[in-house]
């Protein structure tokens, strides 16, 4: 009896794996690795290197972050929901290495990212100044450089932290881009709207848009083209879910989102072909 008791708990544990890596197979296959965590890598790649970091894949469950002739090595593993993070640091000839795992990560708010990339940044300063105090005396410390992980998180880098003029730029880009296919569909949809006043509300803006009416739309690119490659992550995330809120992306709109994403120098998100009906 105890023997078909195990068995029934070994298969019930074999189909919840098969289950959970059948359901990694899917959300890789709608975005790769890089592109599901794009704001923790770019935070990470932001504090680690100074944006000149690069990505390697090794298979679409794991990457590695890294640039060249650097002193450490960021490895990210994605696995029934789970991403671990692996960042070894080498100073003086001897590595550190700090794991950190991050559960339930299947559907994470820009928000969410954010915090994980806070937490993963302070809690391997800390690892670091301590290694540090370890393998030298104390009158040879010295301040990390640029490219060295320790330096103080600045939380400006995030979308949120921007300047009201900025964040009324970008939503006046989401409406630009709502009614790119309004002669198609009769006007701005409910689901566009929703998704532009979920934003207007994220980034506290209360006064009446007029940016867009006094500048017009290339006053509002220039606005916006100084954005960091974290910021231009995030805003591509945003009009992402812009874009699927009313359904398939049409012609219209993609002729306009990519208008807009090549004047904002971001065309490694240009969308090359549409997506198929």
Not at 115 to 137: F, G, R, T
Request: hydrophobic share 35%.
């Amino acid at each position: 009896m105890i023997w078909i008791i195990l068995a029934g708990i070994a298969i019930f544990f074999i189909v919840k794996m098969t289950v959970s890596y059948q359901k990694d197979n899917v959300e890789l296959q709608e975005r790769n690795l890089r592109e599901k965590f794009h704001v923790l890598i770019g935070r990470l790649n932001e504090y680690a290197f100074n944006n000149a970091g690069t990505i390697t894949l090794i298979d679409k469950r794991e990457c590695n972050l890294y640039k060249e002739g650097a002193n450490q090595i960021i490895n990210f593993l994605y696995s029934q929901g789970t991403l671990n993070i692996t960042w070894k640091y080498k100073y003086f000839q001897k590595e550190v290495i700090h794991k950190k795992s991050f559960v339930n990560c299947r559907n994470l708010s820009l928000f969410e990212q954010g915090d994980m990339a806070s937490s993963v940044i302070s809690e391997m300063h800390k690892i670091v100044e301590e290694h540090k105090n370890k393998v030298l005396p104390p009158e040879r410390m010295e301040s990390f450089k640029a490219e060295q992980p320790t330096r103080k998180e600045n939380h400006s880098s995030s979308i949120y932290e921007l300047s009201n003029k900025k964040k009324e730029g970008i939503a006046s880009l989401l409406i630009v881009l709502a009614g790119a296919d309004q002669d198609e569909t009769n006007g701005i949809q409910d689901e566009e709207f929703k998704v532009i006043n979920k934003y207007v509300e994220k980034f506290g803006l209360t006064d009446e848009f007029t940016l867009l009416q006094n500048e017009g739309l290339s006053g509002v690119i220039e606005l916006l083209k100084n954005l960091d490659k974290s910021q231009k992550y995030e805003l591509y995330s945003i009009i992402e879910e812009l874009l699927e809120s009313d359904g398939e992306i049409n012609e219209s709109e993609l002729n306009q989102t990519n208008f807009i994403f090549t004047e904002l120098n971001m065309s490694e998100f240009i969308i090359k072909t549409m997506p198929p009906a």
